[in-house]
């Protein structure tokens, strides 16, 4: 079973990350899209009320699961026996950014893998 992480703030969720979530959900048997609390930001929305969001716009997708955590994202993807983590990008500067993440979190657990999606043209 592939299970995958699409972590993010998602304060608030945009249009952007609803289309990452349901391109991501057809590729993997369960996704998992973890909502981050991040003590470090002061958030527009609390984890709960982002949390509730996203759980109402992924309501018709079965096989997505909406998960609040802190800490290291590999500690998360461990945690929740996932393989995949999912990125999506808007452009090349995203890149940048999440290949250094992700190059940082395969060092730390090279047992967890990174995909990125680059968003619909209409979201970028």
Do not use: W
């Amino acid at each position: 079973m592939l299970r995958a992480i699409y972590p993010g703030s998602f304060d608030p969720v945009t249009y952007g990350h609803i289309d990452i979530i349901q391109r991501s959900c057809k590729i993997v048997d369960e996704l998992i899209v973890g909502v981050l609390n991040n003590k470090a930001k002061m958030p527009l929305f609390s984890v709960e009320e982002r949390v509730k969001m996203l759980k109402e716009v992924t309501k018709d997708l079965e096989n997505v699961r909406i998960i609040p955590f802190d800490g290291l994202l590999v500690d998360f993807a461990s945690k929740m026996d996932a393989g995949l983590v999912i990125r999506g990008l808007r452009a090349i500067t995203d890149f940048e950014y999440e290949l250094q993440m992700s190059q940082t979190n395969h060092k730390l657990e090279p047992n967890v893998e990174t995909m990125f999606l680059t968003t619909s043209i209409e979201y970028s």
